[in-house]
């Protein structure tokens, strides 16, 4: 078993896909053996920190997860790994806790983080318009003109 307590900056592929990232993780990695499948149980609990991309302030994302995977050595290992374990490539033929952790990871971090609600959105005053009128959702308002039109008659 191997803990770990690591800074999500510190984790490379992480930090390349998730600029600015924050935060960090703790939990720890146990490899095992079930029949002939090399395994691991992945439990990790933390925080990271993120830009939320509609109002660019920073979000924390509360991490908690524990994955039972199944490490393989070729893609097509895959078809032999049972469903209740998630299959992961070790081209190697090796992979280290570190890994593993980040792997998860970059399953677990939104692509687009944004705030749950609209309402933790915090717009700076100071921002520019155009800024805020980019970060608004395009809605399709297909009646919209017609009301203007029954308004004007
Ligand atoms: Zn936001």
């Not at 944004?114 to 009646?143: D, G, I, M």
């Amino acid at each position: 078993m191997i803990d770990f307590d690591v800074p999500l900056a510190e984790l490379p592929r992480l930090k390349a896909r998730v600029p600015g990232i924050g935060g960090s993780v703790r939990g720890a990695v146990r490899f095992g053996r079930q029949s002939d499948l090399a395994v691991a149980e992945i439990s990790l609990a933390g925080k990271a920190t993120l830009q939320c991309q509609r109002c660019m302030q920073a979000m924390e994302l509360p991490l908690e997860s524990t994955t039972h995977v199944a490490l393989i050595f070729a893609e097509a290992d895959a078809a032999e790994v049972p469903e209740e374990l998630e299959p992961v490539l070790a081209r190697s033929g090796n992979i280290s806790a570190g890994e593993l952790v980040e792997e998860e990871l970059l399953l677990a971090l939104p692509i687009v983080p944004l705030h749950a609600a609209l309402r933790e959105c915090a717009v700076p005053a100071a921002a520019p318009l155009v800024s805020q009128e980019a970060a608004e959702p395009v809605t399709q308002r297909p009646f919209a003109g017609l009301g203007e039109l029954l308004r004007h008659k």
